[in-house]
T-cell receptor
Framework: GENVEQHPSTLSVQEGDSAVIKCTYS??????FPWYKQELGKGPQLIID?????GEKKDQRIAVTLNKTAKHFSLHITETQPEDSAVYFC??????????FGAGTRLAVHP | DAGVIQSPRHEVTEMGQEVTLRCKPI?????LFWYRQTMMRGLELLIY????????DSGMPEDRFSAKMPNASFSTLKIQPSEPRDSAVYFC?????????????FGQGTRLTVV
C-alpha cells in the first residue's frame, strides 16, 4: 500500500538556525504534497503545500522542495523561532483526495 | 464557519462498552476523513467518505469499528466492543475537492481512553 517515510523523528535546533525535514513516498500516482503542523492538544494544520508540477515553493521562512523522479520532498524552515516548536507531518496525496501521513518530526527550538 | 466539530472531546469508557464518536464537517465540504493517532503508529487513516459514500475503509482495524455518514453534515465512528488498545486520539477532517487535491481541515480530536 501507500507509504510515506519521514526523517528525522526528532530535531532539536537553536533559535535562528535552520531545520530540514525529509520524506519519501511510494505511490507514483501521488500529486499533492502538503505539510501539516500539530501543536499540543490540537489537530494538524496545513502550513504549506506543493503540487507535482512544481519543484519548489516558498512562503516567508518556510520552503518545500519536490523531486518526483526520486519521490523525495522536504521542508526547510529558516530563522527558527520558539513558536515553531511542534510536530510536523509530511503528507502524500493521491487519488480521491486520499492523504497519507508520515510518522511526524518533533521539532524543538531552544531560545 | 466554526471548522470541523468533534464530540466528545474526551471519552473514558470501560472495556466491552460501545463508544460513538461524532463529527460535523465544514459546510460545503464533500470529503470526510477519520484518522487515529497513537504514539506507536502515528496518524493512521481509518476510512474516508466522498459525498457521504465510503470510498476506502481499508484502514479500519477490525470489525469492531464501523463508520457512517447519513448526511453531508454528520458522521459517526463506532467501536463495539471497545478494548484498551483502542485508546488513542481520533481525528475527523474534511475537505473540498475542486478538480485537484486540496487541504484537509482537522477537528480538535476526541481523546478516547478504554480502561
Amino acid at each position: 500500500g501507500e507509504n510515506v517515510e519521514q526523517h528525522p523523528s526528532t530535531l532539536s535546533v537553536q533559535e535562528g538556525d535552520s531545520a530540514v525535514i525529509k520524506c519519501t513516498y511510494s505511490d507514483s500516482a501521488s500529486n499533492y504534497f502538503p505539510w501539516y503542523k500539530q501543536e499540543l492538544g490540537k489537530g494538524p494544520q496545513l502550513i504549506i503545500d506543493i503540487r507535482s508540477n512544481v519543484g519548489e515553493k516558498k512562503d516567508q521562512r518556510i520552503a518545500v522542495t519536490l523531486n518526483k523522479t526520486a519521490k523525495h520532498f522536504s521542508l526547510h524552515i529558516t530563522e527558527t523561532q520558539p513558536e515553531d516548536s511542534a510536530v510536523y507531518f509530511c503528507v502524500s496525496g493521491g487519488g480521491y483526495n486520499k492523504l497519507i501521513f508520515g510518522a511526524g518530526t518533533r521539532l524543538a527550538v531552544h531560545p | 464557519d466554526a471548522g470541523v466539530i468533534q464530540s466528545p472531546r474526551h471519552e473514558v469508557t470501560e472495556m466491552g462498552q460501545e463508544v460513538t464518536l461524532r463529527c460535523k464537517p465544514i459546510s460545503g465540504h464533500d470529503y470526510l476523513f477519520w484518522y487515529r493517532q497513537t504514539m506507536m503508529r502515528g496518524l493512521e487513516l481509518l476510512i474516508y467518505f466522498n459525498n457521504n459514500v465510503p470510498i476506502d475503509d481499508s484502514g479500519m482495524p477490525e470489525d469492531r469499528f464501523s463508520a457512517k455518514m447519513p448526511n453531508a453534515s454528520f458522521s459517526t465512528l463506532k467501536i463495539q466492543p471497545s478494548e484498551p488498545r483502542d485508546s488513542a486520539v481520533y481525528f475527523c477532517a474534511s475537505s473540498k475537492r475542486t478538480g485537484m487535491n486540496t487541504e484537509a481541515f482537522f477537528g480538535q480530536g476526541t481523546r478516547l481512553t478504554v480502561v
